[in-house]
């Protein structure tokens, strides 16, 4: 037997650690196997940094692969990953469909839920159409049913149904509104609306012939107002026999008030407030009348007729003698020496002993005295 210094080890072999003190001649009495020889067991993968580490098992030769590896819930070894070496999450896990979230108006493909996916393909694996992502033949009179949208595997068939544009047996006075005939029905209830022609319009309303085809359902689209229903403005009063009257304005239903009127009562006349809620146009009506418009029986109308706002013989009217002696200038002393000229020009004021008041009294010439004298007091109706 020789000595192992001398001996040469094969690949895949090192010296023995004290090989210069051994006799031997070979491999296996003097060398040691590196894990350049070893084969890694099941789980178990090798790595080149370790193939000239002396060693002869899985646990010194290779790295254990995440084919054991226990992943939290949604998350799996791959079979790319359980091949490869990995001791941590990170290195050994990755998610599940049941980790993915869908877009709107997809749901989750449940035979996948514990499957993995590809990368960038975790929507079109994982994920499926409900019925709201369909569109319906139109043309068909199809819609999408609101109670499908949730259904899965789309089509025609799986989530629509006949729209009320089909639908063709409303009653009369009844229709199809464009605003339901794309929507899900097969019934009255569901499809038909009235039209006017069906309404019956409420007290002071009457139908309006020309939106008798028109789907609405109220006063205010199907009717007319009436007189009945209309409030006069200021200055105006309802007009008797106009409840059933359309068109509605004041002109239609109302008839001025004499409100409207009081500016016009000049001249002649005179406003009268008193008479603002009662119907009227005319002076005669909603006007107070003066003096000016009175016709006195005798004598003379007063000469401010326009300013006294009356109609009666006692207001309106004075004897005649009135504005003779209006003209009378006043005179002190008396009318006794005035020649006839002056004396029909005169008056003079004189104490009423019966009534405690100044009087005054027209000089008159008597002709056939030939003097000028007292005459009769003044009459009480003369205006001044």
């Not at 107002?225 to 105006?236: E, I, L, N, P, S």
């Not at 009135?322 to 008396?334: L, N, S, T, Y």
């Not at 008056?347 to 009534?355: V, Y």
């Amino acid at each position: 037997m020789g000595d192992c210094s001398a001996h040469v080890c094969s690949d895949g072999w090192v010296p023995k650690s004290d090989h210069h003190e051994l006799e031997g001649s070979n491999d296996a009495q003097c060398c040691e196997k590196t894990c350049e020889l070893w084969t890694c067991g099941p789980g178990y993968v090798g790595h080149a940094k370790y193939a000239k580490n002396v060693g002869s098992s899985n646990e010194q030769c290779c790295d254990k692969t995440c084919a054991g590896f226990s992943c939290p819930a949604q998350f799996k070894v791959s079979e790319k990953k359980s091949k490869a070496a990995g001791r941590t999450e990170e290195e050994c896990c990755e998610p599940t469909c049941s980790n993915v979230t869908c877009m709107p108006n997809y749901v989750k493909v449940k035979a996948n839920a514990d499957k993995l996916f590809a990368e960038d393909d975790a929507q079109n694996f994982c994920c499926e159409a409900t019925c709201a992502t369909h569109i319906c033949d139109e043309s068909q009179g199809l819609a999408v049913d609101p109670k499908k949208l949730h259904l899965t595997d789309v089509s025609d068939q799986k989530c629509c149904g006949a729209t009320c544009s089909a639908f063709s047996s409303c009653p009369d006075g009844y229709a199809v509104p464009a605003s339901k005939e794309n929507v899900i029905g097969s019934t009255k209830q569901e499809c038909c609306e009235p039209l006017c022609s069906a309404f019956h319009c409420s007290p002071g309303w009457k139908p309006d012939p020309v939106k008798v085809t028109a789907l609405q359902h109220s006063d205010e689209a199907c009717c007319q107002k009436t007189c009945a229903k209309y409030k006069c403005g200021k200055g105006w009063k309802k007009k008797a026999g106009t409840d059933d009257f359309v068109g509605v304005d004041d002109s239609t239903c109302c008839e001025k008030t004499c409100e409207q009127y009081q500016d016009k009562c000049t001249g002649d006349y005179a406003p009268n407030p008193a008479l603002n809620n009662i119907a009227g146009n005319t002076a005669n009506v909603c006007c107070k009348k003066t003096c000016a418009l009175f016709s006195c029986n005798a004598g003379q109308i007063k000469p401010n007729a326009k300013e006294i706002i009356d109609a009666s013989e006692d207001a309106c009217c004075e004897a005649a003698e009135c504005a003779v002696f209006r003209g009378k200038k006043v005179i002190e002393g008396g009318c006794n020496g005035l020649d006839k000229e002056k004396c029909a020009a005169s008056k003079l004021e004189l104490k009423n002993t019966d009534t405690n008041k100044t009087d005054e009294l027209a000089c008159t010439w008597r002709g056939d005295y030939g003097i000028c004298s007292v005459g009769k007091p003044k009459p009480l109706s003369c205006s001044e």
